[in-house]
Antibody, heavy 122, light 109 residues
Framework: QVQLQESGPGLVRPSQTLSLTCLVS???????????WGWIRQPAGKGLEWIGRVYASGGTIYSPSLKSRLTMSLDTSTNQVSLKLKSVTAPDTAIYFCAGNLGNSYDAFHIWGPGTVVTVSS | QSALTQPRSVSGSPGQSVTITCTGT?????????VSWYQQHPGKAPKLLIYDVTKRPSGVPDRFSASKSGNTASLTISGLQAEDESDYFCCSYAGSYTVFGGGTKVTVL
């Protein structure tokens, strides 16, 4: 059974780079069973915002509103998915979820991590 | 890439049915059969309820059903139960991108 666990710094200073990782257990991150891994965020009390996806092949698609600041990648040596968001500001404060598309749908998130809280503050 | 439109809240009594709508455009909901629905209890991660407009993952009760007509998708919860009180989000493929709805709070009266 595939499980996801996000990790991050908790607190990030404005203008710095946010770095998050998502440890995948139960399957390889580039398994043929996986279509892509994605990141979604949710400000406190608000809705879900799609951030982007990284395919098992390593290709990426980013949200147009975040594209200029965002990098997502796979690390097959550690079986982790990573997210880097540059030049953060207060509106980047949110719970960040890692999620996976396990292949039987072109676009859906079959499995989610519990999320990690990120606060941008000086 | 605008968020899909959902009602802020819907409510119903136990045993009743409620329907949540999700309105987009021909660039997302209307253009692709890749609408998914998620249930999120407070403090928890979202859970997939429906994918590809109408399909239920194994383990999701058949009380949850969904459909799409034009640019609007709908999720129906039949035989409402107390445990169904939660937030529900729709999601659609939008030609490379993915877009979520703003979410609907379902209250069981």
């Amino acid at each position: 059974q595939v499980q996801l666990q996000e990790s991050g710094p908790g607190l990030v200073r404005p203008s710095q780079t946010l770095s998050l990782t998502c440890l995948v257990s139960g399957d390889s991150i580039n398994s043929p069973n996986v279509r892509y891994w994605g990141w979604i965020r949710q400000p406190a009390g608000k809705g879900l915002e799609w951030i982007g996806r990284v395919y098992a092949s390593g290709g990426t698609i980013y949200s147009p509103s975040l594209k200029s600041r965002l990098t997502m990648s796979l690390d097959t040596s550690t079986n982790q998915v990573s997210l880097k968001l540059k030049s953060v500001t207060a509106p980047d404060t949110a719970i960040y979820f890692c999620a996976g598309n396990l292949g039987n749908s072109y676009d859906a998130f079959h499995i989610w991590g519990p999320g990690t809280v990120v606060t941008v503050s000086s | 890439q605008s968020a899909l439109t959902q009602p802020r809240s819907v409510s119903g009594s136990p045993g009743q049915s409620v329907t949540i709508t999700c309105t987009g455009t021909s660039d997302d909901v209307g253009g692709y059969n890749y609408v998914s629905w998620y249930q999120q209890h407070p403090g928890k991660a979202p859970k997939l309820l429906i994918y590809d407009v109408t399909k239920r993952p194994s383990g999701v009760p058949d009380r949850f059903s969904a459909s799409k007509s034009g640019n609007t998708a709908s999720l129906t919860i039949s035989g409402l139960q107390a445990e169904d009180e939660s937030d529900y989000f729709c999601c659609s493929y939008a030609g490379s991108y993915t877009v979520f709805g703003g979410g609907t709070k379902v209250t069981v009266l």
